[in-house]
């Protein structure tokens, strides 16, 4: 997958297996997990287990999320970018294969706007690249700042609902945005 977008502070580009420090960084903060279920990863194989996983989701579906590194010091940021939820793991009701924007940011880069930033750069390559006629997300209800950030990147809020997954349940908000 040869992707590699640049922002005014941020390039996209795939995850890679060296990326694993920066993955094990990220998924192992509970802050991090706070709105994702509250799990984070205990062990460096886990963070390599979800590099596997977005690598495999390059091969079959065309796309995954994205590393975000510092243009400048070239630092491990987190990831962003687009995925395509198949009728298996969609976390929505109603909706399956379907695209969406996500990110998810070591807590020290947080409140910076690079989650609008880099949403911002997935949502253009979506719809000028892959040419989609339209992208969703996903966010648990709480979490106002993941919320402010769709909407800035252009999402609208369509609707709260409840979600169960292993035994889990999530109240959580549903966003679209259509290409014009």
Do not use: C
């Not at 009701?93 to 924007?101: A, K, L, Q």
């Amino acid at each position: 997958m040869a992707i590699h977008i640049e922002t005014e502070r941020l390039i996209l580009r795939p995850v890679l297996d060296t990326d694993l420090e920066g993955m094990f960084e990220l998924d192992s903060d509970p802050e991090v997990h706070k709105y994702l279920g509250n799990r984070p990863i205990k062990t460096k194989e886990e963070a390599q287990k979800a590099i596997d996983y977005i690598k495999k989701q390059y091969k079959e579906r065309g796309i995954g999320r994205w590393a975000v590194l510092d243009k400048t010091t070239k630092e491990f940021m987190g990831w962003s970018g687009l995925k395509l939820n198949t009728k298996e793991e969609s976390y929505h009701p109603h909706y399956s294969d379907f695209y969406d924007v996500g990110y998810r940011f070591i807590k020290r880069f947080w409140g910076k706007g690079y989650a609008t930033e880099s949403g911002k750069a997935a949502v253009h390559y979506g719809f000028n690249t892959m040419k989609l006629r339209s992208i969703n997300a996903i966010t648990e209800m709480g979490n106002t700042a993941s919320h402010k950030a769709l909407l800035k990147i252009g999402l609208d809020y369509i609707e709260d609902y409840e979600f169960e997954i292993e035994n889990q349940k999530f109240d959580l908000r549903w966003y679209h945005i259509e290409k014009h």
